[in-house]
Each structure stands twice: as structure tokens, then as C-alpha cells.
């Protein structure tokens, strides 16, 4: 009994495996084709559905390698431009540094300079500092032995009117003696350019002398005409 019922059991199995064996094989089949012929498509159609590089949206995901000669060229029009735009940035910032710090009339350069003039060619200067051709002025001193290196101290501030105020002052040295430079100029939105407030020396043993002084400032009220922040009359 136990022999005839093991015999039954081997030959159902073997009836199901050749009845499902009819029904998987297409399936397999099918599977083994999808996937050959996805891995095919995805090897030699890449470079080609992938979008042509331009000097206009390139992004710099593609290699240098996978690139055509026309690619290569606009890739390398792209960073040429994109260098060129950032030299004429720097360029452009250098170029304002030194219009606004040294070149324009109201640059903290261009007034200190145009105030030693007037130091030198001042009589009671002379008389306090020495021969004129041997004044000289700096900035803060420090341990650079360079006096054209020391800063000049100096702000400008704005206030609640909009009217401009540069501070300033520097040291002056002369044959007989030294002393120190104090700066105060105003700028109105009216005028346009920096007016005196006040411009003096104070120089050790003498008295304080005014070079420019609006508050006490006399005379038949004829203003000289002003240009590039100097009067010229």
C-alpha cells in the first residue's frame, strides 16, 4: 500500500512540472528579451537623446570627453567669456577705488593734497613751520619709517539734513617746528561740492591758527567762484 501511493505522488508531480513548463517558458523568454534590449538601447542611445551642448546651456555636467569638436568649442567659448566677465568686474571695482579714494575732487587724496598746497603757501604757516619747500605732512604715525605710507585719518558722515561732513586731520612737520592739521568740510545737496567749515593748525608754543574758518568768516559777501572744490576767486 505504502509503495502504490508514493508511485502516485511522484507521477503527479512530474505532470505538473511538465504542465507548467509550457506556461513559463514564454514568460521567461519575454523577460530575457525586455531585458537585452533595454540594456542595448541604454548603451548606444545615450549620447545621442542627450540635449546638444551650446555655449548657452551648458552646465558643465557632460565630460570633456564625451564632447564633439563643436562642444569642445563652445564649452571653451563659455569660460572664456565667463573669465572675461570677471576681469571687467574687478576691473571695474579697482577703477572705482581709486576714481573715489585718489582721482575725484572730493577724495580724501585729492583734498589732503590740495590742503598741504595751502599750508605751504600760507605766510603764518611759514613763519611757524619753516621754509615751504621743506614742509611735509603724513598721516597717523606708526613704525613704518615711510611717511607716505601712514594713514591719514579721516570720515565722512551724513546727517539727518543730507548734508555730507569729511573729517580730518594729519600731522605737519617744517624746519623750526611741528604740529597737527584739523579738517572740516561740508557738502549740501544745494552746493554739490565740499565747503570749508573749518581749516587749522595747531603748532606747539603758538597760538591756534585758522586757515579757514566759515563761522567768523568777513568780507564784502562776494563768493569767488568754485570749481573742482577750490575757490577761484
Known amino acids: 500500500m505504502m509503495k502504490t501511493t ?13 504542465g507548467l513548463a509550457p506556461r513559463l517558458q514564454p514568460l521567461l ?17 545615450t549620447s545621442s537623446k542627450r540635449k546638444k551642448v551650446t555655449p548657452f546651456n551648458d552646465n558643465g555636467s557632460v565630460p570633456w570627453s564625451q564632447l564633439s569638436g563643436g562642444e569642445k568649442a563652445a564649452r571653451a567659448t563659455q569660460q ?26 572730493d577724495s580724501k587724496t585729492a583734498v589732503f593734497n590740495r590742503v598741504v598746497d595751502k599750508i605751504k603757501a ?27 605710507a601712514r594713514p591719514i585719518a579721516s570720515t565722512i558722515n551724513t546727517d539727518a539734513r543730507g548734508h555730507e561732513h569729511m573729517l580730518m586731520h594729519f600731522h605737519v612737520e617744517g624746519p623750526l617746528n611741528r ?5 572740516h568740510m561740508i557738502k549740501t545737496p544745494i552746493s554739490g561740492e565740499f565747503e570749508y567749515k573749518y581749516l587749522y593748525v595747531d603748532v606747539r608754543g603758538h597760538q591756534r ?11 564784502s559777501g562776494k563768493k569767488g567762484v568754485r570749481f573742482l ?3 577761484w576767486g
Open 122 to 148: 600760507d605766510q603764518k604757516c611759514i613763519e611757524m613751520l619753516g621754509d615751504s619747500k621743506k614742509i611735509v605732512c603724513h598721516g597717523e604715525e606708526t613704525y613704518n619709517k615711510w611717511r607716505r
Open 179 to 183: 604740529g597737527v592739521v584739523y579738517l
Open 29 to 45: 523568454l519575454q523577460r530575457s528579451y525586455a531585458t537585452q534590449y533595454g540594456l542595448g538601447t541604454t548603451a548606444s542611445t
Open 80 to 105: 572664456t567669456f565667463n573669465f572675461g566677465l570677471i576681469l571687467a568686474g574687478i576691473a571695474g571695482g579697482v577703477a572705482y577705488v581709486l576714481w573715489t579714494d585718489v582721482f575725484s575732487p
Open 209 to 219: 591758527h585758522y586757515l579757514e574758518n566759515a563761522d567768523t568768516a568777513t568780507g
Open 229 to 231: 572744490g577750490i575757490n
Open 6 to 18: 508514493t508511485t502516485c505522488l511522484n507521477a503527479i508531480r512530474a505532470t505538473t512540472r511538465l
